[in-house]
């Protein structure tokens, strides 16, 4: 996988979220929570920043 196929990646993630939340099918903070896991999911670089943020969550909830 190259530069250009992580940034179609990363950019679909994104239009997703934008679209969805505008939709208001779902709140905007399911998009938002759905486009993290995805971009987690989709092992692009910017999943360690993701990564981060969950961890940092997941320590107010649960540590």
Do not use: C
């Amino acid at each position: 996988m190259n530069q250009t196929h992580i940034q179609v990646i990363d950019a679909f993630l994104l239009l997703y979220v934008v679209l969805t939340a505008r939709s208001r099918e779902i709140k905007w903070y399911q998009a938002t929570l759905i486009a993290l896991f995805g971009f987690l999911l989709a092992g692009t670089p910017f999943a360690y920043p993701m990564w981060a943020v969950v961890q940092a969550l997941g320590s107010l909830f649960f540590g």
